[in-house]
């Protein structure tokens, strides 16, 4: 899904937090930003994001980044082009129940097919957790 506009500067054009992606509105995460130098997705802590222990979820984490990873990339990518993961990897930092989580997410290589990027999570200032990525970029399949 492909509603965000390239503006000359190479950023997203939005007048609010851009959320396009279905999974990312079920759990209510947003995207703050998106240029050429990162992506900013947010997330909230609620009870729906929390495990047994009363601390969120890892693959709420691993949504974040996940997302915050892609959209990072798709700001590198043509508008025919798409990318799917191929790996990610997390090191859970700290334990989380409440406030915001905040992922920063940045492109490290971009080959014509393969990308590497890295996100950091924090939440309230405070490291959550590092995690790096691994993305196939593809063409889009004709409609």
């Known amino acids: 899904m492909r509603d965000l506009q390239h503006g000359k500067d190479g950023s997203m054009s939005s007048n609010q937090p851009i959320t396009y992606s279905p999974f ?15 992506s900013h997705c947010v997330l909230e802590v ?4 929390l495990n047994v222990n009363g601390t969120v979820h890892g693959g709420a984490i691993y949504t974040l980044v996940d997302v915050g990873m892609g959209s990072a990339l798709y700001a590198h990518m043509a508008e025919n082009e798409r990318c ?9 930092l700290a334990a989380v129940n409440s406030g915001v989580l905040s992922c920063r997410s940045k492109v490290v290589h971009k080959t014509r097919r393969i990308a590497v990027l890295e996100s950091e999570i924090e939440c309230n200032g405070e490291p959550v957790a590092r995690a790096t ?7 889009a399949k004709p409609d």
Request: net charge neutral; proline share 0%; glycine share 6%.
């Open 133 to 139: 990525g691994t993305f196939y970029v593809t063409q």
């Open 84 to 92: 799917t993961t191929i790996e990610n990897k997390i090191n859970y």
């Open 46 to 49: 609620s009870e729906r994001l």
């Open 24 to 38: 990312a509105k079920v759990v209510g995460l947003t995207i703050n930003s998106l240029d050429k130098e990162q």
